[in-house]
């Protein structure tokens, strides 16, 4: 079984600000991990992935990621935010090998302030 | 492209109801899942279909069932409805070694 943490459940920051949103997992077998966005009233959309190769990922938006193995952590960033970036934000983990099913962090929420 | 459908997107049913929530995806995916959200808890696997054929209860599968009609199509049925299952439903489809692909949601409210 896997379970994830997100550290903050809110996150406000300047518009043109760096950003670090924080996700930490815990799993006994390997994992692939993914930050999913939500914007209000909408479904969920992949922002970026590790699966495996390079541990700094890219993703749409600007945003990035680095997986760290010895930290069991997945920290999303950007380095400067717009307005348009306010939403929540969800970590994810799945399992390498058997069900694949996404176990979800609860949650951050971004709020851009301009 | 539509990418996961699911209907209807609201629903206001009286506590004891009974309805069945509609999930189809046109992406040739074996899999299918179905999460609620709950405010502060993010999402939580009710049920999932690794294929055509088979399903399995995930983290919160009480009160609910499921159904894999075919590789398309995976619904999910509430037939006795509660107000602790007040939520937003959100269902997904995946192929092997991919991202999941979720629906807009069905917003759905037990008075």
């Known amino acids: 079984a896997q379970s994830v943490t997100q550290l903050d459940s809110q996150v406000p920051v300047f518009e043109e600000a760096p950003v670090e949103l924080r996700c930490n997992y815990s799993?006994?077998?390997?994992?692939?991990l993914f930050w999913y966005v939500q914007y209000p009233n909408q479904g969920l959309q992949l922002l970026l992935k590790y699966l495996s190769g390079s541990t700094l990922v890219k993703g749409i938006n600007g945003f990035e990621a680095e997986f760290n193995k010895s930290q069991t952590s997945f920290h999303l960033r950007k380095p400067s935010v717009h307005i348009s970036d306010t939403a929540e934000y969800f970590c994810?983990?799945?399992?390498?090998?058997?069900?694949?099913?996404?176990?979800f962090g609860s949650g951050t929420r971004l709020q851009v302030q301009p | 492209n539509a990418g996961v459908t699911q209907t209807p997107k609201f629903q206001v049913l009286k506590t004891g109801q009974s309805m069945t929530l509609q999930c189809a995806q046109d992406m040739n995916h074996n899999s299918m899942y179905w999460y609620r959200q709950d405010p502060g808890m993010g999402l939580r696997l009710i049920y999932y279909?690794?294929?055509?054929?088979?399903?399995d209860k995930g983290e919160v599968p009480n009160g609910y069932n499921v159904s894999r009609l075919n590789k398309r199509e995976f619904s999910l049925r509430l037939e006795s409805a509660a107000p602790s299952q007040t939520s937003v439903y959100f269902c997904?489809?995946?192929?092997?070694?991919?991202?999941?692909?979720f629906g807009q949601g069905t917003r759905l409210t037990v008075v």
């Open positions: 799993s006994s077998v390997s994992v692939y």
């Open positions: 994810a983990v799945s399992e390498r090998a058997g069900r694949r099913a996404l176990t």
């Open positions: 997904a489809s995946s192929a092997w070694n991919t991202e999941a692909f």
């Open positions: 279909s690794a294929s055509e054929g088979t399903t």
